[in-house]
């Protein structure tokens, strides 16, 4: 049988071997008392998502100022100024997610008939 093995094939057949390894290296691991080398806890929430959110829990439009302070106050997260600015205006200019109703000052689209 002379069937051609394409390379497709192979890298299928590795990524199979060594996830199985891994796994297999993971258990007995942890059966023996070792955590894993890195563990997976909850993913942190992005900036983005972060505003979206203190934008809806406010229903109106926040200053920047306004945002950074209520991240930090009810997150605990420190948000950069320039850095949410230009996140926001970026979006703003893709007219995805949210808008802006003065200087510095955004809302979400999904309150555009207020």
Do not use: Q
Not at 44 to 64: C, F, G, M, R, Y
Not at 68 to 84: C, Q, T
Request: proline share 3%; aromatic share 2%; no cysteine.
């Amino acid at each position: 049988m002379s069937e051609e093995i394409s390379r497709e094939i192979i890298l299928d057949v590795l990524e199979s071997m060594l996830s199985s390894g891994l796994r297999a290296v993971r258990e007995t691991k942890r059966a023996a008392g070792e955590s894993p080398l890195r563990s997976r806890g909850p993913r942190k929430k992005s900036n983005i998502k972060l505003v979206e959110d203190i934008l809806k829990t406010a229903n109106e439009p926040l200053h920047v100022d306004d945002i950074i302070a209520r991240a930090e106050a009810d997150f605990g997260v420190h948000l950069r100024r320039e850095s949410i600015v230009s996140a926001l205006t970026k979006k703003v200019l893709e007219g995805r997610i949210f808008r802006r109703t003065g200087r510095n000052v955004f809302a979400l689209l999904e309150t555009e008939g207020r």
